[in-house]
């Protein structure tokens, strides 16, 4: 078998990333030549590490370029920042849960009462009617000439 040009050789060597150690062994009298392969570890600190630190620091320095973008772009316009608006808020909230508190404490406010049902309201109307309608009742209006 031929090797290549020298040449081409070069141009080989060139653009081969890892380089395979040969080894020759002796084996019951012939010469046995064995290339080693690198382990894991060493072709992660040549491949892995510096993908990682790239990858890594590219994603710091675009959040910080944006970042920076949009604190300009804030102070252009003159807006406020999110902690002072949320500030403002809780500010506004506590205000405004003071005036319920106030408007609580001065109204009777009972919320263990019990809601009534609709059917329950339409029956009190019909006996508050009744007893509004007592013939009794109905003959002094019409003496009296009320409504």
């Known amino acids: 078998m031929s090797s290549p040009p020298p040449a081409a050789a070069a141009a080989l060597k060139q653009y081969k990333f890892i380089n395979t150690t040969v080894r020759t062994k002796e084996v019951g009298g012939r010469t046995v030549r064995s290339s080693l392969q690198p382990s ?22 675009l959040k910080s370029a944006v970042e920076g973008k949009n604190l300009e772009r804030e102070k252009a316009k003159g807006l406020i920042s999110k902690s002072e608006r949320q500030a403002r808020l809780e500010a506004e909230k506590d205000q405004m849960m003071e005036k319920l508190n106030k408007r ?20 009190r109307r019909k006996r508050e009617r009744e007893e509004r309608n007592r013939w009794y009742k109905r003959t002094w209006r019409w003496i009296t000439g009320q409504q």
């Open 40 to 61: 894991n570890f060493h072709l992660f600190i040549k491949a892995g590490l510096p993908f990682l630190l790239f990858s890594v620091g590219a994603s710091y320095v």
């Open 104 to 123: 609580i404490k001065s109204q009777d406010f009972d919320n263990t009462k019990r809601i009534e049902r609709p059917e329950e309201i339409l029956e």
